[in-house]
């Protein structure tokens, strides 16, 4: 063996110990696993774990696995690592538990997303455990209840939230309200959903956490459910509350009708420095003057929030804007009220521009048709290059009216559309959507031709074209 070969062979044997004992480090060897795991590459991430794991302690690189695969959706993947860390001795930390829940609510889809999670998470309370337990767990279990519709399963562990030596923080909470306000729940929330505000009003009182705008919000929305105008009405009492908007009518129904005795909210102004109003907020508020069909209410809010709280009015609240505007007695000037807004925050965009039709095309009444119309129609003066899909659903909310005005309306506004660059799949280079595209442009050719009694020849040939497209 000559000198030289000798020399590079002793470096080689040298690079590799050295690299070897770099990776004798638990933090590089995570640090390396993550790296091959952002790059996709698992299966060498797996090897190099495995090479180690009788000498280096391992834990945080196989959580790494661990969140790529509950990211990915590889669910039963990440569990089949999760077992196998178990059995090269590797104990699960805290923040394995935490990736585990997450990934369970990320993939509620999964067949056994619930039970694999409350199977871990009453791990979590055993002996074994405990110490690791935290309400960033409980948290997390309880929005997989959430998701997957299971609010006697997330009250139940709610409740013994004490028991386990933790404290409701304002994601648990912000969680349960989410809950109350679902739909054919069955469950008598009227009484829990007191018990509950009375928690947070004095823990936030006494200041023991942060009652953030979110979950105002979810307090809010628990208050829509079945749609009593007197709950709805308490909401203006809570927004005053918890945002220093002063109501600006008499409550339909007593405080103390709610609370009894216990909290006296006229004294709100004594409990904490109010919380800033945003976007969610004044979302709320509009809602809750549609709901109790109060326009002039809801015109009337907005005005004073926008004028005294420095935010800018997004997509959503500007829609829900123009829906009680609609219905309001200044109707007549909805097209100059929609061009001021627009020109004043600048709000109008591709994605904004969907955003409204898509909004529109939830309830798809007169009112929703006409503020699609606008909007259309202001992008296309802006030459925003509207795609095909914000066209299919403009389509569908017109054609669902139905009427010969709104039909005709409608033509009028297609003729102004470029449909050979719309309906061109030149630049749309995923399969999926270039089927979502195509598909796009059938419905709005069947949509249109079942009115081509209210067309001209001329009009029956133009609408005959986009079949051909």
């Given at each position: 063996?000559?000198?030289r070969?000798?020399?590079?062979?002793q470096?080689?044997?040298?690079c590799?110990?050295?690299s070897r004992?770099?990776?004798?480090?638990?933090?590089?060897?995570?640090?390396?696993?993550?790296a091959?795991?952002n790059?996709?590459?698992?299966t060498?991430?797996?090897?190099k774990?495995?090479?180690y794991?009788?000498n280096?302690?391992?834990t945080v690189?196989?959580n790494?696995?661990?969140d790529?695969?509950?990211?990915?959706?590889?669910?039963s993947?990440?569990?089949?690592?999760?077992?196998?860390?178990?059995?090269?001795?590797?104990?699960?930390?805290?923040?394995?538990?935490?990736?585990?829940l997450?990934?369970?609510s990320k993939n509620?889809q999964?067949?056994?997303?619930?039970s694999?999670?409350?199977?871990?998470?009453?791990?979590?309370?055993s002996?074994?455990?405990i110490?690791?337990l935290?309400?960033?767990h409980t948290?997390?279990?309880?929005q997989?209840?959430a998701l997957?519709?299971?609010?006697?399963?997330?009250f139940?562990?709610?409740w013994?939230?004490?028991?386990?030596?933790l404290?409701?923080?304002?994601?648990?909470?912000?969680?349960?309200?989410?809950?109350?306000?679902?739909k054919?729940?069955?469950?008598?929330?009227?009484n829990?959903?007191?018990?509950?505000?009375?928690?947070?009003?004095e823990?936030?009182?006494?200041?023991?956490?942060?009652?953030d705008?979110s979950?105002?919000c979810?307090?809010?929305?628990?208050?829509?459910?079945?749609?009593?105008?007197?709950?709805c009405?308490f909401?203006f009492?809570?927004?005053?509350?918890?945002?220093?908007?002063?109501r600006?009518?008499?409550?339909l129904?007593?405080?103390?009708?709610?609370?009894?005795?216990?909290?006296?909210?006229?004294?709100?102004?004594?409990?904490?420095?109010?919380?800033?109003?945003?976007n969610k907020g004044l979302?709320i508020?509009?809602l809750?003057?549609?709901?109790?069909?109060?326009?002039?209410?809801g015109?009337?809010?907005?005005?004073?929030?926008?004028?005294?709280?420095?935010?800018?009015?997004?997509?959503n609240?500007?829609?829900?804007y123009?829906?009680?505007?609609?219905?309001?007695?200044l109707?007549s000037?909805?097209?100059?009220?929609?061009?001021?807004?627009?020109?004043?925050?600048n709000?109008?965009?591709?994605?904004?521009?969907l955003?409204?039709m898509?909004?529109?095309?939830?309830?798809?009444t007169?009112?929703?048709?006409?503020i699609?119309?606008?909007?259309?129609k202001?992008?296309?003066?802006?030459?925003?290059?509207?795609?095909?899909h914000?066209?299919?659903l403009f389509?569908?909310i017109?054609?669902?009216?139905?009427?010969?005005?709104?039909?005709?309306?409608?033509?009028n506004?297609?003729?102004?559309?470029?449909?050979?660059?719309?309906?061109s799949l030149?630049?749309?280079?995923?399969?999926?959507?270039?089927?979502?595209?195509?598909?796009?442009?059938?419905?709005?050719?069947?949509?249109?031709?079942?009115?081509?009694k209210?067309?001209?020849?001329?009009?029956?040939?133009?609408?005959?074209?986009?079949?051909?497209l």
């Amino acid at each position: 063996m000559s000198k030289r070969f000798k020399d590079f062979f002793q470096k080689g044997l040298k690079c590799i110990r050295k690299s070897r004992k770099l990776n004798d480090d638990p933090y590089i060897l995570s640090k390396n696993v993550k790296a091959l795991v952002n790059q996709g590459n698992i299966t060498d991430a797996v090897v190099k774990i495995r090479s180690y794991s009788r000498n280096v302690l391992c834990t945080v690189a196989w959580n790494h696995i661990i969140d790529y695969c509950m990211n990915s959706g590889k669910v039963s993947l990440g569990l089949k690592y999760f077992n196998e860390m178990k059995k090269r001795a590797h104990f699960p930390n805290a923040q394995t538990f935490t990736i585990l829940l997450h990934g369970f609510s990320k993939n509620i889809q999964y067949p056994k997303s619930v039970s694999h999670a409350l199977y871990i998470y009453k791990s979590l309370c055993s002996s074994k455990y405990i110490d690791r337990l935290s309400i960033i767990h409980t948290n997390a279990i309880l929005q997989v209840c959430a998701l997957s519709k299971q609010p006697q399963i997330a009250f139940e562990i709610f409740w013994k939230i004490s028991d386990n030596n933790l404290v409701a923080d304002t994601i648990t909470y912000t969680i349960l309200f989410n809950i109350m306000s679902y739909k054919n729940m069955d469950m008598d929330i009227s009484n829990l959903r007191k018990k509950m505000l009375k928690q947070v009003i004095e823990s936030w009182k006494n200041k023991r956490f942060i009652v953030d705008e979110s979950l105002v919000c979810s307090i809010s929305r628990s208050f829509f459910r079945g749609k009593n105008f007197e709950d709805c009405d308490f909401i203006f009492t809570l927004i005053e509350l918890f945002f220093g908007v002063k109501r600006l009518e008499p409550p339909l129904k007593r405080n103390k009708d709610i609370f009894g005795d216990d909290i006296d909210l006229s004294q709100s102004s004594l409990f904490s420095n109010n919380i800033r109003i945003g976007n969610k907020g004044l979302n709320i508020i509009l809602l809750t003057c549609l709901l109790l069909k109060k326009e002039y209410l809801g015109v009337k809010y907005w005005d004073i929030i926008i004028s005294n709280y420095d935010f800018v009015p997004d997509s959503n609240n500007c829609y829900n804007y123009f829906r009680l505007f609609l219905r309001t007695e200044l109707k007549s000037n909805i097209d100059k009220k929609i061009d001021d807004i627009i020109q004043k925050y600048n709000n109008l965009n591709l994605d904004s521009v969907l955003f409204y039709m898509k909004a529109c095309s939830k309830n798809k009444t007169f009112h929703d048709y006409i503020i699609a119309k606008i909007i259309l129609k202001n992008s296309l003066q802006l030459k925003i290059k509207i795609n095909i899909h914000i066209v299919d659903l403009f389509v569908e909310i017109a054609t669902y009216i139905g009427s010969k005005n709104v039909i005709l309306e409608l033509f009028n506004i297609l003729q102004k559309l470029n449909f050979e660059s719309l309906t061109s799949l030149t630049n749309i280079k995923d399969k999926c959507e270039r089927q979502n595209a195509i598909l796009a442009k059938d419905r709005i050719y069947y949509n249109i031709i079942k009115y081509s009694k209210y067309f001209t020849e001329n009009e029956y040939k133009y609408i005959q074209i986009l079949k051909k497209l």
